[in-house]
Nanobody, 121 residues
Framework: QVQLVESGGGLVQAGGSLRLSCAASGSILSINTMGWYRQAPGKQRELVATITRGSSTKYADSVKGRFTISRDNAKNTMYLQMNNLKPEDTGVYYC???????????????WGQGTQVTVSP
């Protein structure tokens, strides 16, 4: 069984900062790309940022220069440092990992249950 558990969400004023964490646990052989996605009320889930095992990163244009994604491969953990938060950053933030559970298996996509981020004006 594989679990992805997000933490670090909360309520913050515009201009503030939060740091999200995503810890992967269970039967994991290798983790390839990890990413953060978010879903605002009434909107589709959208990509925030991704990071490969080799730490190559990609960001949505809306968060470039404000958010930083990172990971600790030894701990199977990913982070998202969010600075200068804006009300439009409000939403549920989901962790995603493309991972391998066993040598003869295939890489599959797993999701966490999400953590709420609310930014007040």
């Amino acid at each position: 069984q594989v679990q992805l558990v997000e933490s670090g969400g909360g309520l913050v004023q515009a201009g503030g900062s939060l740091r999200l964490s995503c810890a992967a646990s269970g039967s994991i052989l290798s983790i390839n790309t990890m990413g953060w996605y978010r879903q605002a009320p009434g909107k589709q889930r959208e990509l925030v940022a991704t990071i490969t095992r080799g730490s190559s990163t990609k960001y949505a244009d809306s968060v470039k220069g404000r958010f930083t994604i990172s990971r600790d491969n030894a701990k199977n953990t990913m982070y998202l440092q969010m600075n200068n938060l804006k009300p439009e950053d409000t939403g549920v933030y989901y962790c995603n990992a493309i991972l391998l559970k066993a040598p003869m298996d295939a890489f599959r996509s797993y999701w966490g249950q999400g953590t709420q981020v609310t930014v007040s004006p």
